[in-house]
């Protein structure tokens, strides 16, 4: 293999800060815990929580207040 010339070089471009919007931020936290980073799932987990709903009563049964 012959060894490249330093003109071939590919040049340093430094990296692209780019701000997010919120949907954007949480499409990506999303796509990464569905391919299963587990760290991008316990940061979904704390920033969206289960919803706790009170227990609903059975059909035909009332609540009493």
């Known amino acids: 293999m012959q060894p490249r010339d330093v003109h071939?070089?590919?040049?340093?471009?430094r990296?692209?800060?780019?701000n997010?919007?919120?949907d954007q931020?949480?499409?990506?936290l999303v796509g990464h815990a569905y391919i299963g980073n587990q760290?991008?799932?316990e940061l979904l987990e704390l920033l969206?929580?289960?919803?706790?709903?009170?227990?609903r009563p059975?059909?035909?049964q009332h609540q009493h207040l």
Do not use: H, I, N
């Open 58 to 60: 059975a059909v035909g």
């Open 39 to 41: 760290r991008a799932q």
């Open 8 to 13: 071939d070089r590919k040049s340093y471009e």
């Open 20 to 22: 997010l919007t919120s």
């Open 48 to 55: 969206f929580p289960e919803p706790a709903y009170p227990e």
């Open 15 to 18: 990296p692209m800060l780019r």
């Open 25 to 28: 931020a949480t499409l990506f």
